[in-house]
């Protein structure tokens, strides 16, 4: 495993590297290095602040989690990834056999992060697939439904200084205010009856809404549903993860929302790095927050 085209092939391998291109992946095992464990040892203590992303070459480790039960990560497969994207401490991981893996530093992968938008792409399209998942395909978990406020209705069109000051009371409110303007001007306000319905399951997904007004009733084909209101965005881990819609968005009152297209959120993750690195730090800390059953990468 001491080539770096073996290295290439092994990240490649994995869910949530495999969608990078070359350059991203060279930037990630340029600075890579091997380490072996023996059965029984620490690779990390818990309450530590990350400092390497661990791939298992051969062997086996154990994640000790609280509360829940243990984690075993085997063979090609990868953890401490979601802490660092979270800025989340970590748990103990002991190697249960000899181990070998290949270790990332964390100072490689945010600086990698930062120089190359293939990564930071793929790490939001990952972290979106993962809380889709867990979701059940669902905008939001239905075991802790959003707050149901359909907000205050409003006749006139907001102008761009009312927008902003509105944005920033929402899930924006930690956007630098030069990429809050870019995504107010970017945003195409939508004003529908009681009973619209916005897409249906399968669809393409190219656009997400957030609403300003209201509430919208999202059901999956099993029929499980989750109703979103006011200051919730809606259709953004289909978005970045590049999935199809997978749930129907009905609007179950008048509903007031701005549109906000794909490839607009792309323009403006891509000028402002640091609104997509929060906004990859604020997807992973919801995922850590769920009790997962696969914390593969935890």
Sequence with gaps: ???IRDRLLLLRSLEEFGGLDDEGLLLLVENARERSYRAGEYLVRAG???????????????IKRPRLPDAVIKQRRGFGLLNVMAEARTQDAIAEIDTRTLEIPVKGYRSA?????SLLRNALRFLATLLSRMRHRLPADPKRPPKADIGDYYDRPRTLVEQLIELRKGPFVHMNIDALVDLARRMVEVRVPAGHRFWKAGDPCTYALHVEYGRIHCTIPSGESV???SDFTLGV??????????YDAAAETDIIAY??????????????????L??????????LL???DDIALG
Excluded at 113 to 117: D, G, Q, R, T, V
Excluded at 237 to 246: C, F, I, Q
Excluded at 259 to 276: G, T, W
């Design 1 to 3: 495993m001491t080539e």
């Design 227 to 229: 109703d979103v209101a």
């Design 278 to 287: 929060d906004m990859l730090k604020g997807l992973a800390n919801q995922y």
């Design 259 to 276: 549109r906000i297209e794909y490839e607009d959120f792309l323009v403006i993750s891509e000028m402002h790095i640091q609104v997509a």
């Design 237 to 246: 881990m289909d978005l970045w993860g590049g999935l199809p819609r997978s």
């Design 113 to 117: 992060l930062e120089e190359n938008f």
């Design 290 to 292: 769920m009790d997962q």
């Design 48 to 62: 530590d602040e990350p400092s390497v992303i661990h791939v298992v070459i051969e062997g086996q480790v154990v």
